[in-house]
């Protein structure tokens, strides 16, 4: 599976962002998928992930409510919709796909990632 992430940018605290990823390769239906994000400094940590019908979500504790995961199967496209922003959200986020949906990191395609940047 290849997975294309795009959507990041700098946006203001209190602001929204949506972020996609579009995979190519193989039945996109196949797989569950997440997001991750990794801050200068830090270790990568799960965001959020969705099962392969989209009828399971997870979260971080640190963006419920705040951040929703979604999937149309149609289009190959997962997607993070990020609302109320702030600034210790400014990461590098990847997208992720496995065969199984997981809170962890160990999955076994990665998307190259793009920059979310928060101001306060």
């Known amino acids: 599976v290849q997975l294309q992430a795009s959507g990041g940018g700098l946006v203001q605290a209190g602001g929204s962002l949506r972020l996609s990823c579009a995979a190519s390769?193989?039945?996109?239906?196949?797989?569950?998928m997440g997001w991750f994000r990794q801050a200068p400094g830090k270790e990568r940590e799960f965001v959020a992930a969705i099962s392969w019908s989209g009828g399971s979500t997870y979260y971080a504790d640190s963006v419920k409510g705040r951040f929703t995961i979604s999937r149309d199967n149609a289009k190959n496209t997962v997607y993070l919709q990020m609302n109320s922003l702030k600034p210790e959200d400014t990461a590098v986020y990847y997208c992720?796909?496995?065969?199984?949906?997981?809170?962890?990191?160990?999955?076994?395609?990665w998307g190259q990632g793009t920059q979310v940047t928060v101001s306060s």
């Open positions: 390769g193989r039945t996109f239906s196949n797989y569950a």
């Open positions: 992720a796909a496995n065969r199984v949906v997981t809170t962890t990191p160990y999955y076994n395609y």
